[in-house]
T-cell receptor, first 109, second 111 residues
Framework: AQRVTQPEKLLSVFKGAPVELKCNYS??????LFWYVQYSRQRLQLLLR??SRESIKGFTADLNKGETSFHLKKPFAQEEDSAMYYC???????????FGTGTKLQVIP | AAGVIQSPRHLIKEKRETATLKCYPI?????VYWYQQGPGQDPQFLIS???????DKGSIPDRFSAQQFSDYHSELNMSSLELGDSALYFC??????????FGEGSRLTVL
Protein backbone atom coordinates (compact mmCIF):
# COMPACT_ATOMS: atom_id res chain seq x y z
CA ALA A 1 0.00 0.00 0.00
CA GLN A 2 1.15 3.53 -0.65
CA ARG A 3 0.54 6.36 1.73
CA VAL A 4 1.42 10.03 1.88
CA THR A 5 1.44 11.98 5.13
CA GLN A 6 1.42 15.72 5.46
CA PRO A 7 1.41 16.44 9.20
CA GLU A 8 0.50 20.11 9.02
CA LYS A 9 -2.98 21.21 7.94
CA LEU A 10 -2.03 24.88 8.13
CA LEU A 11 1.30 26.67 8.00
CA SER A 12 1.42 30.41 8.53
CA VAL A 13 4.62 32.32 7.84
CA PHE A 14 5.53 35.96 7.37
CA LYS A 15 6.54 37.25 3.97
CA GLY A 16 10.25 36.76 3.47
CA ALA A 17 10.48 33.94 6.01
CA PRO A 18 11.64 30.45 5.02
CA VAL A 19 9.02 27.82 4.31
CA GLU A 20 9.14 24.07 4.74
CA LEU A 21 6.13 21.92 4.00
CA LYS A 22 6.61 18.41 5.28
CA CYS A 23 5.79 15.25 3.41
CA ASN A 24 6.50 11.66 4.37
CA TYR A 25 5.59 8.63 2.36
CA SER A 26 5.20 4.92 2.68
CA UNK A 27 5.89 2.71 -0.30
CA UNK A 28 7.79 -0.52 -0.69
CA UNK A 29 9.34 0.18 -4.07
CA UNK A 30 10.86 3.22 -5.77
CA UNK A 31 8.18 5.88 -5.90
CA UNK A 32 7.78 8.98 -7.96
CA LEU A 33 7.06 11.99 -5.76
CA PHE A 34 5.29 15.17 -6.76
CA TRP A 35 4.13 18.42 -5.24
CA TYR A 36 0.85 19.81 -6.55
CA VAL A 37 -0.48 23.26 -5.74
CA GLN A 38 -4.05 24.55 -5.73
CA TYR A 39 -4.42 28.32 -5.71
CA SER A 40 -7.71 29.81 -4.65
CA ARG A 41 -10.49 28.87 -7.07
CA GLN A 42 -8.08 27.21 -9.46
CA ARG A 43 -7.45 23.64 -10.46
CA LEU A 44 -4.72 21.46 -9.03
CA GLN A 45 -1.49 21.84 -10.95
CA LEU A 46 1.91 20.30 -10.79
CA LEU A 47 4.50 22.37 -8.95
CA LEU A 48 7.47 20.05 -9.16
CA ARG A 49 8.54 16.42 -9.27
CA UNK A 50 11.53 14.74 -7.75
CA UNK A 51 12.74 13.32 -11.07
CA SER A 52 13.32 16.73 -12.60
CA ARG A 53 15.27 18.07 -9.61
CA GLU A 54 14.47 21.62 -10.62
CA SER A 55 13.37 24.72 -8.75
CA ILE A 56 9.93 26.09 -9.60
CA LYS A 57 8.85 29.50 -8.30
CA GLY A 58 11.75 29.28 -5.86
CA PHE A 59 10.55 25.97 -4.41
CA THR A 60 12.72 22.90 -4.19
CA ALA A 61 12.15 19.43 -2.83
CA ASP A 62 14.63 16.64 -2.27
CA LEU A 63 13.70 13.02 -2.06
CA ASN A 64 15.25 11.46 1.03
CA LYS A 65 14.80 7.73 0.72
CA GLY A 66 16.35 7.05 4.10
CA GLU A 67 13.79 9.22 5.87
CA THR A 68 11.08 8.54 3.25
CA SER A 69 10.49 12.25 2.99
CA PHE A 70 9.96 14.78 0.23
CA HIS A 71 9.74 18.12 2.01
CA LEU A 72 9.01 21.26 0.02
CA LYS A 73 11.19 24.27 0.78
CA LYS A 74 11.49 27.89 -0.18
CA PRO A 75 13.97 30.30 1.38
CA PHE A 76 11.81 33.42 1.21
CA ALA A 77 8.01 33.15 1.16
CA GLN A 78 5.98 35.46 -1.06
CA GLU A 79 2.34 36.44 -0.64
CA GLU A 80 1.47 34.76 -3.93
CA ASP A 81 2.66 31.46 -2.49
CA SER A 82 -0.47 31.27 -0.34
CA ALA A 83 -2.29 28.14 -1.52
CA MET A 84 -3.01 24.51 -0.74
CA TYR A 85 -0.06 22.22 -1.32
CA TYR A 86 -0.45 18.50 -1.85
CA CYS A 87 2.32 15.97 -1.81
CA UNK A 88 1.64 13.03 -4.10
CA UNK A 89 3.15 9.64 -4.80
CA UNK A 90 2.96 7.36 -7.78
CA UNK A 91 4.15 3.81 -7.47
CA UNK A 92 5.39 3.71 -11.02
CA UNK A 93 4.08 2.85 -14.44
CA UNK A 94 0.41 3.62 -14.77
CA UNK A 95 -0.42 3.17 -11.12
CA UNK A 96 -2.64 5.55 -9.25
CA UNK A 97 -1.37 8.77 -7.76
CA UNK A 98 -2.01 9.01 -4.03
CA PHE A 99 -2.35 12.45 -2.50
CA GLY A 100 -1.60 13.60 1.01
CA THR A 101 -4.16 15.51 3.00
CA GLY A 102 -2.68 18.83 1.97
CA THR A 103 -1.14 21.77 3.79
CA LYS A 104 -2.56 25.23 3.54
CA LEU A 105 0.23 27.76 3.31
CA GLN A 106 -0.69 31.22 4.46
CA VAL A 107 1.88 33.95 3.86
CA ILE A 108 1.26 36.96 6.06
CA PRO A 109 2.22 40.33 4.56
CA ALA B 1 -2.94 24.68 -25.12
CA ALA B 2 -5.85 22.32 -24.68
CA GLY B 3 -6.58 21.34 -21.10
CA VAL B 4 -8.72 18.73 -19.42
CA ILE B 5 -12.38 19.58 -19.89
CA GLN B 6 -15.01 18.50 -17.41
CA SER B 7 -18.75 18.86 -17.67
CA PRO B 8 -20.96 19.90 -16.14
CA ARG B 9 -19.16 22.34 -13.87
CA HIS B 10 -22.01 22.34 -11.39
CA LEU B 11 -24.74 19.79 -10.81
CA ILE B 12 -27.53 19.69 -8.26
CA LYS B 13 -29.38 16.45 -7.66
CA GLU B 14 -31.84 15.02 -5.17
CA LYS B 15 -31.12 11.99 -3.01
CA ARG B 16 -31.51 8.68 -4.84
CA GLU B 17 -31.14 10.34 -8.23
CA THR B 18 -28.49 9.53 -10.82
CA ALA B 19 -25.72 11.78 -12.12
CA THR B 20 -23.21 11.49 -14.94
CA LEU B 21 -19.98 13.47 -15.10
CA LYS B 22 -17.90 13.72 -18.24
CA CYS B 23 -14.20 14.22 -18.73
CA TYR B 24 -12.32 15.03 -21.92
CA PRO B 25 -8.59 14.45 -21.49
CA ILE B 26 -5.78 16.32 -23.15
CA UNK B 27 -5.25 14.99 -26.69
CA UNK B 28 -2.84 12.04 -26.85
CA UNK B 29 -3.09 11.42 -23.11
CA UNK B 30 -3.87 7.76 -22.61
CA UNK B 31 -4.69 7.70 -18.91
CA VAL B 32 -7.62 9.23 -17.08
CA TYR B 33 -8.06 9.47 -13.32
CA TRP B 34 -11.11 10.37 -11.26
CA TYR B 35 -10.80 11.93 -7.82
CA GLN B 36 -13.39 13.00 -5.27
CA GLN B 37 -12.65 15.97 -3.03
CA GLY B 38 -15.05 16.63 -0.19
CA PRO B 39 -15.19 20.01 1.57
CA GLY B 40 -11.85 20.61 3.27
CA GLN B 41 -10.65 17.17 2.26
CA ASP B 42 -7.78 15.91 0.15
CA PRO B 43 -8.52 14.41 -3.26
CA GLN B 44 -9.51 10.77 -2.88
CA PHE B 45 -8.68 8.47 -5.76
CA LEU B 46 -11.71 6.75 -7.25
CA ILE B 47 -10.66 4.98 -10.42
CA SER B 48 -8.34 5.22 -13.40
CA UNK B 49 -8.27 4.03 -16.98
CA UNK B 50 -5.37 3.33 -19.31
CA UNK B 51 -6.09 2.84 -22.98
CA UNK B 52 -9.80 2.41 -22.27
CA UNK B 53 -9.26 -0.34 -19.71
CA UNK B 54 -9.63 0.09 -15.98
CA UNK B 55 -6.10 0.28 -14.60
CA ASP B 56 -6.65 0.92 -10.91
CA LYS B 57 -9.48 1.21 -8.45
CA GLY B 58 -9.66 3.17 -5.25
CA SER B 59 -12.41 4.07 -2.86
CA ILE B 60 -15.17 4.11 -5.44
CA PRO B 61 -18.57 3.08 -4.07
CA ASP B 62 -20.40 0.23 -5.76
CA ARG B 63 -23.10 2.75 -6.70
CA PHE B 64 -20.57 4.45 -8.97
CA SER B 65 -19.27 3.18 -12.27
CA ALA B 66 -17.01 4.64 -14.89
CA GLN B 67 -15.68 3.91 -18.30
CA GLN B 68 -13.36 5.32 -20.92
CA PHE B 69 -14.59 5.46 -24.48
CA SER B 70 -12.86 4.97 -27.83
CA ASP B 71 -12.20 8.71 -28.12
CA TYR B 72 -10.57 8.56 -24.64
CA HIS B 73 -13.19 10.63 -22.92
CA SER B 74 -14.45 9.20 -19.67
CA GLU B 75 -17.75 9.24 -17.83
CA LEU B 76 -18.42 8.74 -14.15
CA ASN B 77 -21.91 7.46 -13.43
CA MET B 78 -23.29 7.84 -9.93
CA SER B 79 -26.56 6.23 -8.91
CA SER B 80 -28.69 6.27 -5.75
CA LEU B 81 -27.04 9.51 -4.76
CA GLU B 82 -26.52 10.20 -1.08
CA LEU B 83 -25.91 13.46 0.74
CA GLY B 84 -22.34 12.37 1.35
CA ASP B 85 -21.67 12.25 -2.38
CA SER B 86 -21.69 16.05 -2.46
CA ALA B 87 -18.15 16.93 -3.46
CA LEU B 88 -15.90 18.27 -6.15
CA TYR B 89 -15.08 15.58 -8.67
CA PHE B 90 -11.80 16.03 -10.45
CA CYS B 91 -10.72 14.34 -13.60
CA UNK B 92 -7.06 14.27 -14.54
CA UNK B 93 -5.24 12.92 -17.54
CA UNK B 94 -1.65 11.95 -18.11
CA UNK B 95 0.69 10.47 -20.62
CA UNK B 96 3.66 8.32 -19.66
CA UNK B 97 5.43 11.24 -17.95
CA UNK B 98 3.48 10.70 -14.78
CA UNK B 99 2.38 14.31 -14.44
CA UNK B 100 -1.34 14.66 -13.90
CA UNK B 101 -3.19 17.48 -15.60
CA PHE B 102 -6.38 18.29 -13.79
CA GLY B 103 -9.67 19.65 -14.99
CA GLU B 104 -11.44 22.39 -13.07
CA GLY B 105 -13.74 19.86 -11.47
CA SER B 106 -17.45 19.19 -11.40
CA ARG B 107 -19.18 20.27 -8.22
CA LEU B 108 -21.99 17.91 -7.28
CA THR B 109 -24.51 18.97 -4.67
CA VAL B 110 -26.97 16.37 -3.43
CA LEU B 111 -30.02 17.77 -1.66
Amino acid sequence: AQRVTQPEKLLSVFKGAPVELKCNYSYSGSPELFWYVQYSRQRLQLLLRHISRESIKGFTADLNKGETSFHLKKPFAQEEDSAMYYCALRGGGYQKVTFGTGTKLQVIP
Amino acid sequence: AAGVIQSPRHLIKEKRETATLKCYPIPRHDTVYWYQQGPGQDPQFLISFYEKMQSDKGSIPDRFSAQQFSDYHSELNMSSLELGDSALYFCASSSNTGELFFGEGSRLTVL
